[in-house]
């Protein structure tokens, strides 16, 4: 099984259409959010094109529930702290999911990856200057990042900010998505994390 990380796909799936082409084993997404752009929902005949599962970007949460239910209807789509054990069978990893402004206290204690669409705070979050492209300041959330402190998942992956980053932080290895999927691809297969097929961490 090949698990596919992404962020901020904001409705471009050209990219995911050409990782699943001629696929000789199963893969399943996993989205840090920002799936669709709201103002661009998908149209009635949109399949995903392998099983997907996301947590609520802030896209989704400013689409309204409405549009928060018209992704659920979507062929292969999954709100993913909804099919944890589905995700278990399937993977043999333990999955947890934080939406976007979502500051739980607490996560499950066996916790192999961590996903949420914001980054926590000091942890690959630095923001890019849209006039330079320079990194500057921290920009990740510090509820998110005080469950690292408090839970050590071994991986935690995010999106939201637009930039790949990776960090460790003692037992957790943090990973930034870029948008969209660009590269690089970052995949977990046989528990195994790969970043553009050079493996950074053993589940």
Same mark, same amino acid.
């Given at each position: ?56 970007? #802030?896209?989704? %949460? ?11 209807? %979507? ?8 099919? %944890? ?46 006039? #330079?492209?320079?990194?500057? #300041? ?66």
């Amino acid at each position: 099984m090949r698990i596919l990380l992404s962020a901020d796909l904001e409705g471009r799936f050209s990219r995911l259409n050409q990782l699943v082409t001629h696929l000789e084993v199963e893969m399943i997404c996993i989205c840090c959010g920002d799936i669709f752009d709201y103002h661009h929902p998908p149209n009635d005949d949109f399949k995903f094109p392998l099983r997907f599962f996301s947590v609520k970007g #802030n896209k989704e %949460l400013w689409g309204g529930v409405k549009f928060q239910k018209s992704l659920r209807v %979507l062929p292969n789509f999954y709100w993913l702290n909804e099919h %944890l054990d589905d995700l278990l069978d399937l993977t043999g990893l333990h999955f947890y999911g934080i939406d976007h402004m979502h500051e739980p206290t607490r996560i499950p204690e066996e916790i192999d990856v961590l996903i949420s669409h914001r980054p926590a705070f000091g942890l690959a979050d630095k923001c890019g200057n849209p006039r #330079n492209g320079k990194m500057f #300041n921290h920009c990740g959330s510090k509820a998110v990042r005080a469950l690292i402190d408090n839970f050590s998942p071994q991986l935690f992956v995010a999106g939201h900010i637009h930039h790949f980053q990776t960090q460790k932080l003692d037992k957790t290895l943090a990973i930034t998505l870029p948008p969209g999927l660009s590269p690089p691809i970052v995949m977990i297969e046989d528990r195994t994390v790969n970043i553009d097929d050079q493996s950074v961490l053993t589940l």
